[in-house]
């Protein structure tokens, strides 16, 4: 499991490095791993592979949640955007956030946790995420309102979710975690950057 974990990772960062995948993460695997516990050990485990820790628990399912809401808000501008340069760049952030949720999924499966993607309940911390008052005025606005409003409001979701993954590459232990979060870190901080560009034309 880990090895085909490892050989989506690799396909993902070249995909979203050339934001060309399309594919959408709708599918549950096939077969469901066993459960261990958090702290277990994988069989077979070498020097390579490490026990997950809370840190990459939390960062997991945080951030399959942070992605879901992205994508709900990245089509929010496909279908209202007025200009071609921000549906354009939401068209990118969708598809690449749709195969990477996937990814953690897959990883939190690995780990034998049970895989939550909500905004809500649970118990977890939901404070890096939009806001329901955000989101009603993105629902709310029009043309170029709603273009300045999408890209304050992506720039923000986008520095929480650069947040997360700085969390993850200090305090978790996972290996494969903490390539999603590097990798994360230094896409959503380059759509950052173009996004600030946008907003100073």
């Not at 034998?112 to 709310?140: I, K, N, P, W």
């Not at 999603?180 to 907003?199: G, K, P, S």
């Given at each position: 499991m ?8 690799s ?5 979203l490095t050339?934001?060309?995948?399309g ?15 958090a702290t ?18 939390e ?6 949640a ?23 760049l939401?068209?990118r952030i ?14 939190l ?5 049970d895989?939550?993607?909500t ?5 977890h ?18 043309s ?7 890209l ?5 979701h ?10 993850q590459?200090?305090d ?9 979060a590097q ?19």
């Amino acid at each position: 499991m880990r090895e085909r974990l490892l050989g989506i990772c690799s396909a993902g960062v070249l995909l979203l490095t050339t934001a060309c995948d399309g594919s959408e993460e709708g599918a549950a695997p096939a077969e469901r791993p066993s459960r261990p516990s958090a702290t277990q050990t994988s069989a077979g485990a070498t020097g390579a592979t490490q026990d997950h820790n809370l840190s990459d628990l939390e960062f997991a399912r945080e951030m399959a949640a942070h992605h879901a809401q992205a994508e709900v808000v990245a089509e929010l501008a496909l279908e209202r955007a007025s200009d071609p340069e921000v549906k354009d760049l939401a068209e990118r952030i969708k598809a690449a956030q749709s195969p990477e949720k996937k990814q953690i999924m897959d990883l939190l499966l690995m780990w034998g946790e049970d895989v939550e993607v909500t905004g809500s309940g649970g118990g977890h911390d939901h404070s890096h995420l939009m806001s329901e008052e955000a989101f009603q005025r993105l629902h709310q606005a029009r043309s170029a309102e709603f273009d300045e409003l999408w890209l304050r409001s992506m720039i923000e979701h986008h520095e929480n979710a650069v947040e997360l993954a700085e969390a993850q590459l200090r305090d978790g232990s996972d290996s494969l975690a903490k390539l999603f979060a590097q990798t994360i870190v230094d896409r959503q901080r380059a759509e950052v950057t173009e996004m600030t560009a946008l907003l100073q034309r």
